[in-house]
Each structure stands twice: as structure tokens, then as C-alpha cells.
């Protein structure tokens, strides 16, 4: 008897470490989040009218898609990347994409593949980027220790509620 529990939880063990690959599941069921890096991770947080999407990826550069389920985006959709630098950052559905590169002084945003014609504020895609530390006041310098970069995605790359993003980034301090 004892055996065969013994085979039984090493069964449960070896099913949860397979099951995990690529995916995380939010807590919520209105996401599947799928990574490109079995190491990667997204930590979701839902309140009442904001979803916090915290990304942490040890190889610093990656992907994941984000799918809704059922229902539609909160409000105000918040990613954080907890790296120590955004070289280059990425989110798209089916009608729009939105770039940003973040330096130590300042930060470029353009949509689509034009990077040529940056966003300003004036722009309905245009999004705030915010550097953090663990604590979550603002940061003035990169390489960011036990820190992150924040974003806001604007209302207007939710329109028509689309089923899914993706998000593509790379940290300019990778491993």
C-alpha cells in the first residue's frame, strides 16, 4: 500500500513539473498566458478595474501571449517588467503594434513599424513608461536593481476587444 503512494505522488510530482512548460495561468480564469521560455513568467494581478500583468524573464529576452478568455480588458491594463533594462519592447493584437526603446534619460515609443514618426502625448496610443524600484518609487537609473519598468496600455489598443496581445521584449542587460 504504502508503495503504490509512494508511485502515486511521484506520478502527481512528475504530471505538475510537465503540466508547467510554457504556460502560466493566472489565478483569474479570463487569461491563458502562454511564454515563450519555459523560465519565464507572468504574475497576474486583477482588481477592480485593473489587471497588472508582471513579467519576469532570467533570459531577458522572450514573448508571451496573453489571451482573454471570456469577458473583456479591464479598464487599465498595467505591464511591469522586472528587468534591469527595455532595449526594446513590443505589444500587438490584430489591428495595432506599439514599440518602445527606454534609455537612461528618456524613452521612444512609435506604433507599427514606423519608428521613424515617433508618438507624442497627443497620441491615443501614446503611454506613459515609468521606471521603479521594489519599493515602486520611481527610479532614475538603469541597469534597475530589484526594480521595474511600468506601462500603461492605452485604451486605444483595446478597441473591439480584441481575444489577445503579445507582447515581445528584450533587456539590454540579458544574460
Not at 508582471?54 to 514573448?63: A, Y
Amino acid at each position: 500500500m504504502i508503495a503504490i503512494f509512494d508511485h502515486l505522488a511521484i506520478v502527481a510530482v512528475i504530471v505538475s513539473v510537465l503540466s508547467t512548460g510554457c504556460t502560466n495561468t493566472a489565478e483569474d480564469p479570463r487569461f491563458q498566458i502562454t511564454t515563450k521560455h519555459d523560465n519565464d513568467k507572468v504574475d497576474v494581478k486583477v482588481e477592480k478595474d485593473k489587471t497588472i500583468f508582471s513579467v519576469h524573464s532570467p533570459f531577458g529576452i522572450s514573448q508571451t501571449d496573453i489571451e482573454r478568455t471570456h469577458g473583456t480588458w479591464s479598464d487599465i491594463v498595467v505591464l511591469r517588467w522586472h528587468l534591469k533594462g527595455l532595449e526594446n519592447f513590443k505589444v500587438s493584437n490584430d489591428k495595432v503594434t506599439l514599440h518602445a526603446a527606454v534609455s537612461s534619460h528618456d524613452f521612444r515609443l512609435w506604433k507599427d513599424d514606423n519608428e521613424d514618426s515617433p508618438l507624442d502625448s497627443k497620441s491615443p496610443y501614446w503611454m506613459e513608461i515609468r521606471m521603479a524600484g521594489n519599493d515602486g518609487k520611481s527610479q532614475k537609473t538603469i541597469p534597475l536593481n530589484d526594480g521595474y519598468f511600468e506601462m500603461y496600455l492605452p485604451k486605444a489598443s483595446f478597441e473591439g476587444n480584441p481575444k489577445s496581445i503579445t507582447v515581445n521584449w528584450i533587456d539590454f542587460y540579458r544574460n
